[in-house]
């Protein structure tokens, strides 16, 4: 089956610092990437869908510049958590596809983010 | 707006037994698919099983299976023999319409006694 990877799987950073995540296709082209956010013991949130080469798409109440998305090639797409605050402490999951239009999601292994 | 009910937090049962567990949804689209994940304590999100809404046919896939009520908007799981590696949280979700993202329910998590 199709693997999504993520780096890293745990971060700790201090109040004021940025981060970032990345979220990579292994052994396919994904033309869509989807950014979850995961609160303990909730079910997942969309934060924003990303499509190689054009803006991300974000969800209402996701603040764009405070969670910066690249979708810069078909296999990666990246969320940067900037000015991080103890609040934006998190499971962040990342999900690909073939396209926007396919039902079948891709689930990478989530990063916990910590920050201090 | 789609939505997805999952309505029990949590469920438990023995082990080898069958346990079937109750999501809901609402649409007004008539294309659209729906899905099972779980959720280990990984925290890696496993597809378990989906299906199409235009089948009729429900969905299995091994000791999972589904019972798909199109016209009460129900999609329930079930889980044969269950194992102890079965414990997780599971979550229904809908894709459909114009709409390409995941609804998501809330969750059951399942407990496997030993």
């Known amino acids: 089956g199709a693997v999504v990877s993520q780096h890293p799987s745990r971060v700790i950073c201090k109040s004021g610092t940025s981060v970032k995540i990345e979220c990579r296709s292994l052994?396919?082209?994904?033309?869509?990437m989807f950014w979850y956010r995961q609160f303990p013991k909730q079910s997942l949130m969309l934060m924003a869908t990303?499509?190689?080469?054009?803006?991300?798409?974000?969800e209402q109440g996701v603040e764009k510049d405070k969670f910066l998305i690249n979708h810069a090639s078909l296999t990666l797409s990246t969320l940067t958590v900037t000015s991080a605050h103890p609040e934006d402490s998190s499971f962040y999951i990342c999900?690909?596809?073939?396209?926007?239009?396919?039902?079948?999601?891709?689930f990478g292994p989530g990063t916990r983010l910590t920050v201090t | 707006a789609q939505t997805v009910t999952q309505s029990q937090p949590e469920m438990s049962v023995q082990e080898a037994e069958t346990v079937t567990l109750s999501c809901t949804y609402d649409?007004?689209?008539?294309?659209?698919?729906l899905f099972w994940y779980k959720q280990p304590p990984s925290r890696q999100m496993i597809l378990v099983i989906r299906?199409?809404?235009?089948k009729q046919q429900n969905a299995t896939e091994n000791r999972f299976s589904v019972n798909f009520q199109k016209a009460a908007k129900s999609f329930s799981l079930k889980i044969s023999d269950s194992q102890l590696g079965d414990a997780a949280m599971y979550f229904c979700?809908?894709?459909?319409?114009?709409?390409?993202?995941?609804?998501w329910g809330a969750g059951t998590k399942l407990i496997i006694k030993p």
């Open positions: 999900s690909a596809s073939l396209s926007a239009r396919t039902y079948e999601q891709y």
């Open positions: 052994d396919f082209q994904a033309t869509t």
């Open positions: 990303s499509n190689e080469g054009s803006k991300a798409t974000y």
């Open positions: 649409t007004s689209e008539s294309d659209y698919y």
């Open positions: 299906q199409e809404a235009y």
């Open positions: 979700a809908y894709q459909g319409g114009s709409n390409y993202q995941l609804i």
